[in-house]
Nanobody, 125 residues
Framework: EVQLVESGGGLVQPGGSLRLSCASSGLNFDDYGIGWIRRAPKKDPEAVSYIRLSDDHTWYIDAVKGRFTIFSDNAKNTVYLQMNSLKPEDLATYYC??????????????????WGRGTQVTVSS
């Protein structure tokens, strides 16, 4: 059974930083990638970043480029999202999810196969 568990969310002031973690179990890192998908209040969910675990290639949406960094620690079966220079518009519940390689593009949210329960990020002064 595949499990994904997020942690690291919280309340931070604008300009601050958070590091989200996605701990996985039962997932074959050679066959999947991990995406971070966020859902802000009254907005559609959007995939903000993705890492292909077989070669650590990464993708970002323009809104977070230069501020967010996704990386993995394969020995710990954990993927991280380092978020710097946070803005109020980054407020959302952040989910990590696993996409099987070849089953869709990283921004196709409906194609993700396994999901965590999410962690809340609040950016407010």
């Amino acid at each position: 059974e595949v499990q994904l568990v997020e942690s690291g969310g919280g309340l931070v002031q604008p300009g601050g930083s958070l590091r989200l973690s996605c701990a996985s179990s039962g997932l074959n890192f050679d066959d999947y990638g991990i995406g971070w998908i966020r859902r802000a209040p009254k907005k559609d969910p959007e995939a903000v970043s993705y890492i292909r675990l077989s070669d650590d290639h990464t993708w970002y949406i323009d809104a977070v480029k230069g501020r967010f960094t996704i990386f993995s620690d394969n020995a710990k079966n954990t993927v991280y999202l380092q978020m710097n220079s946070l803005k109020p518009e980054d407020l959302a519940t952040y989910y990590c999810a696993a996409l099987e390689e070849g089953q869709g593009t990283w921004d196709s949210i409906a194609r993700y196969k396994y999901w965590g329960r999410g962690t809340q990020v609040t950016v407010s002064s």
